[in-house]
Nanobody, 115 residues
């Protein structure tokens, strides 16, 4: 089992920044990949960014150049730095971990960007 605890969401004005954190209950090196997904009201959950066990990252085109995913193995934590936020980024952001055949989700953290 992998437990994920997210933090860092909130309300911010357009153009502002937020950093989301996702702390895993196991070593992130034992996890194949971790990432962030988001879900806006009435829409499907979508990929935002991922980072795998060797540190390779993948970022959705819609946030490329504005969002950065990183990790700190000492704290088993993955971060999502979000800059130049837009109202369209408003959503619940979920942390995800893939370990062998299992898929784990955090409880979600709300990000609201006002115009």
């Amino acid at each position: 089992q992998v437990q994920l605890v997210e933090s860092g969401g909130g309300l911010v004005q357009a153009g502002g920044s937020l950093r989301l954190s996702c702390a895993a209950s196991v070593s992130i090196f034992s996890i194949n990949a971790m990432g962030w997904y988001r879900q806006a009201p009435g829409l499907s959950r979508e990929l935002v960014a991922t980072i795998n066990s060797v540190g390779a990252t993948n970022v959705a085109d819609s946030v490329k150049g504005r969002f950065t995913i990183s990790r700190d193995s000492a704290y088993n934590t993955v971060y999502l730095q979000m800059n130049s936020l837009e109202p369209e980024d408003t959503a619940v952001y979920y942390c995800n971990a893939k370990r062998i055949l299992d898929n784990y989700w955090g409880q979600g953290t709300q990000v609201t960007v006002s115009s």
